[in-house]
T-cell receptor, first 114, second 113 residues
Framework: AQSVSQHNHHVILSEAASLELGCNYS??????LFWYVQYPGQHLQLLLK??????LVKGIKGFEAEFIKSKFSFNLRKPSVQWSDTAEYFCAVMRVNYGQNFVFGPGTRLSVLP | DAGVTQSPTHLIKTRGQHVTLRCSPISGHKSVSWYQQVLGQGPQFIFQYYEKEERGRGNFPDRFSARQFPNYSSELNVNALLLGDSALYLCASSLAWEGETQYFGPGTRLLVL
């Protein structure tokens, strides 16, 4: 069965530190990839997405992600985190031609210390 | 434009009861998907409906059912509730059947006692 793994369960950083959250998936076909963020008490919001083209995609709030097809990875990065980035981050994979069935990773909780 | 809306926001039920959760998609979106998010885990796909037809079903028992109405709103029904059904139930909408970004609602938090 297809699965999505996220490398870290909980990441703690100080403000201005750089961030990289890992995401790997197991499906071998064509996929669309997403990162969603869930701020405390709020609903899931789209950070960025990859459908095709340039494997380095930029999203909102200074986030970017790189799709490496050979490694089945879609890692999320931000050069300098802020306290307001404290949230839960979810990687999601959608298999092309399988409908809107998103497979989510278990999530990574990011805590940014002021 | 209004985002995806869900009702109710919170619900408490007892084992064996039935529950109906409701979702209104973003205007113009024809696809609605339902997800279950258990505390500490990522959302798990339950159903997708597009143009009032079921287009996908996740690994959930037959106690779970859903439907989509002509105005593209949707209901998720769960019968014979179990303690393990306690979760946040998320609705997501998108423009088309596939290949689109999904936009999520705030969810309905269900507690089964």
């Amino acid at each position: 069965a297809q699965s999505v793994s996220q490398h870290n369960h909980h990441v703690i950083l100080s403000e201005a530190a750089s961030l990289e959250l890992g995401c790997n998936y197991s499906y071998g076909g064509t996929v669309n990839l997403f990162w969603y963020v869930q701020y405390p008490g709020q609903h899931l919001q789209l950070l960025l997405k990859y459908f095709s083209g340039d494997p380095l995609v930029k999203g909102i709030k200074g986030f970017e992600a790189e799709f490496i097809k050979s490694k089945f990875s879609f890692n999320l990065r931000k050069p300098s985190v802020q306290w307001s980035d404290t949230a839960e981050y979810f990687c999601a994979v959608m298999r092309v031609n399988y409908g809107q069935n998103f497979v989510f990773g278990p999530g990574t909780r990011l805590s940014v210390l002021p | 434009d209004a985002g995806v809306t869900q009702s109710p926001t919170h619900l408490i039920k007892t084992r064996g009861q039935h529950v109906t959760l409701r979702c209104s998609p973003i205007s113009g979106h024809k696809s609605v998907s339902w997800y279950q998010q258990v505390l500490g885990q990522g959302p798990q796909f339950i159903f997708q409906y597009y143009e009032k037809e079921e287009r996908g079903r996740g690994n959930f028992p037959d106690r779970f059912s859903a439907r989509q109405f002509p105005n593209y709103s949707s209901e998720l029904n769960v019968n014979a509730l179990l303690l393990g059904d306690s979760a946040l139930y998320l609705c997501a909408s998108s423009l088309a059947w596939e290949g689109e970004t999904q936009y999520f609602g705030p969810g309905t938090r269900l507690l089964v006692l």
